[in-house]
Structure formats: structure tokens, C-alpha cells
């Protein structure tokens, strides 16, 4: 009886120890997070290359291929602000020249991959038969296509700081370009 006894308080005690080590089993874990952040930020330094044309009062038209520079920065989770530097070489009949151009942009996110955007600023040619101040305004559209590459359609009016000019249209030329990024 003394052994029988014995026998059910260690079988009693196995269940109960067996039970206890089975609670430390649970292993606790993070929870996963609900919102995780895009492939694409537009924050920071980007530069590439731009091609399209200048297409001045009447029927003349300019080709052209040139680089920019620039840093983004998001001011409120859709608005993004930034400003760049732009240099482009103008393809002129028998007289080439260049524009450089330092603009500000503001622009809103509409989704994590397209940035809509308007620019302005100043800026000077260089060459050609004599230099002026410009000034452009104008927008574009820039699309994410990888974790660090976008494409970018912009369209700038050009407008020219002469007194004497005898044209009073507020812009004189219109720019539109064609450019993919690297942003670093």
C-alpha cells in the first residue's frame, strides 16, 4: 500500500511539473507593424540628365541636353520643398549657348511614386550673341520607377529681365524637358 501510495505521488508530480514547464513554452514575440513605409523617398540629394527643347516666340525652336543638380526635403507628410541647379547646353544654328538656371520647387506626393510640382527662379545664358537675366516658372511631374530612379517631365516659361524689350508678353520662350534621376 506504502508503494502504491508512492507510486501515485510521483505520477501526481510529473503531471504537475509537466504542466508548468509546457506554460514557459510560449516564447513572446514583437508585435508586426501595421503601416510599413514606401520603397521611395524623395528627401535628399538626386541629379541626372535632362533633353527636350526651347521654343521661342514664332517659329523657332532649340534642342537641348543638360544635367542637374538638386536636394529635396518634406516639410508635412505630402509637401515636399527643394531647389536645384540646371545647366543645359542649347543646340543654336551655327551659335551655340547655354542656360543655367537655379530654381525652388514646391510639390505634393499624390502617391507614394508621383510627385506633382511647381518651380521658379533665376538664372542666365551664357554665350550665344549676349548674355541676360531670365527668370522661369512653370511645374512637372516626376515618377518613381525603382527604389532610386525616377523620370521627370517639366515644362518652364522663360522670361527675360531686358527693359528693352519691346515684346510685352510676359514669357518669351518656353523650355520643356525630359529627364531621369538618381536620387542618393
Known amino acids: 500500500?506504502?508503494?502504491?501510495?508512492?507510486?501515485?505521488?510521483?505520477?501526481?508530480?510529473?503531471?504537475?511539473?509537466?504542466?508548468?514547464?509546457?506554460?514557459?513554452?510560449?516564447?513572446?514575440?514583437?508585435?508586426?507593424?501595421?503601416?510599413?513605409?514606401?520603397?521611395f523617398s524623395w528627401d535628399g540629394l538626386y541629379a541626372g540628365i535632362e533633353a527636350g527643347g526651347v521654343f521661342v516666340d514664332g517659329d523657332d525652336t532649340t534642342g537641348l541636353v543638360g544635367g542637374i543638380v538638386g536636394v529635396n526635403f518634406t516639410v508635412a507628410d505630402p509637401i515636399v520643398v527643394g531647389i536645384e541647379l540646371q545647366a543645359d547646353y542649347l543646340f543654336l544654328d551655327g551659335d551655340d549657348a547655354g542656360l543655367v538656371l537655379a530654381l525652388g520647387r514646391v510639390g505634393a506626393v499624390v502617391t507614394d511614386s508621383v510627385l506633382v510640382y511647381a518651380a521658379g527662379g533665376?538664372?542666365?545664358?551664357?554665350?550665344?550673341?549676349?548674355?541676360?537675366?531670365?527668370?522661369?516658372?512653370?511645374?512637372?511631374?516626376?515618377?518613381?520607377?525603382?527604389?532610386?530612379?525616377?523620370?521627370?517631365?517639366?515644362?518652364?516659361?522663360?522670361?527675360?529681365?531686358?527693359?528693352?524689350?519691346?515684346?510685352?508678353?510676359?514669357?518669351?520662350?518656353?523650355?520643356?524637358?525630359?529627364?531621369?534621376?538618381?536620387?542618393?
Not at 506504502?2 to 508585435?31: E, N
Not at 522661369?136 to 521627370?152: F, I
Open 122 to 184: 533665376v538664372g542666365t545664358t551664357v554665350g550665344g550673341d549676349d548674355e541676360e537675366g531670365i527668370y522661369a516658372l512653370g511645374a512637372g511631374v516626376e515618377v518613381a520607377l525603382t527604389d532610386s530612379v525616377s523620370l521627370r517631365g517639366e515644362v518652364l516659361g522663360l522670361g527675360s529681365f531686358d527693359d528693352d524689350d519691346v515684346n510685352d508678353d510676359f514669357f518669351d520662350a518656353a523650355k520643356a524637358t525630359v529627364g531621369v534621376f538618381y536620387h542618393f
Open 1 to 39: 500500500m506504502f508503494v502504491r501510495s508512492l507510486t501515485h505521488g510521483v505520477a501526481a508530480t510529473a503531471l504537475l511539473v509537466s504542466g508548468a514547464s509546457a506554460a514557459d513554452l510560449i516564447i513572446p514575440t514583437a508585435p508586426e507593424p501595421i503601416y510599413e513605409a514606401a520603397g
